[in-house]
């Protein structure tokens, strides 16, 4: 059984910075792409950022994430992270950690298995 577990949502000024973590299980954790998703209230759930399986992969981001989020990943752990710096309230959203893309890394529908959440709260 597959398992994603996000950790490291929290209360945050705007320009702060937090480090989302997400541990995967039941799964070849190094054979998967892993991407971050987001979703506000009220909102469609948006891609955020993937990062391929490969060691030194390629990883694509969000054009309203890019240069202040980074996605890595720890093969060894069956971790994947999501470092945000220069929050802003627009970020604000719960945030899924999500696996194995068959479509559109883009497209949340196209991912298999997801992590339960966990909110992001910046305030100004």
């Known amino acids: 059984q597959v398992q994603l577990v996000e950790s490291g949502g929290g209360l945050v000024q705007t320009g702060g910075s937090l480090r989302l973590s997400c541990a995967a299980s039941?799964?070849?954790?190094?054979?998967?792409?892993m991407g971050w998703f987001r979703q506000a209230p009220g909102k469609e759930r948006e891609f955020v950022t993937v990062?391929?399986?490969?060691?030194?992969?390629?990883?694509f981001y969000a054009d309203s994430v890019k240069g202040r989020f980074t996605i890595s990943r720890d093969n060894a752990k069956s971790t994947v992270y999501l470092q945000m710096d220069s929050l802003r309230p627009e970020d604000t959203a719960v945030y899924y950690c999500?696996?194995?893309?068959?479509?559109?890394?883009?497209?949340?529908?196209?991912?298999?298995?997801w992590g339960q959440g966990t909110q992001v709260t910046v305030y100004s």
């Open positions: 990062m391929n399986s490969n060691d030194g992969g390629g990883t």
């Open positions: 039941g799964l070849t954790f190094s054979r998967y792409p």
């Open positions: 999500a696996a194995d893309p068959t479509g559109s890394w883009r497209d949340a529908d196209a991912y298999s298995y």
